[in-house]
């Protein structure tokens, strides 16, 4: 089972995304209120559901990857 998958944004659906992770294309399953935040280009994470339910489709919930501004020196 996958934990969580990090990489960049390289398509973005009304209900799946791709992310890319070291060359691979994985694509992702969410809800189009959860995807609306994505920008394809952009780094995100995606974490499976915490829910027991295994009668359910399984969606990932997606979140931007907030990256650090490097200092000048």
């Not at 995304?17 to 952009?42: D, K, M, W």
């Not at 995606?46 to 979140?63: E, G, H, L, Y």
Request: with cysteine; proline share 11%; net charge positive.
């Amino acid at each position: 089972m996958i934990a969580s998958v990090t990489g960049e944004v390289r398509f973005v659906g009304a209900t799946q995304a791709v992310v890319e992770v070291s060359g691979f294309g994985i694509e992702v399953q969410a809800s189009p209120h959860t995807l609306a935040g994505l920008r394809t280009g952009a780094p995100c994470t995606c974490t499976p559901p915490t829910s027991p339910a295994r009668t359910r489709p399984r969606f990932c919930s997606v979140s931007p990857v907030r990256t650090r501004r490097k200092s000048s020196p």
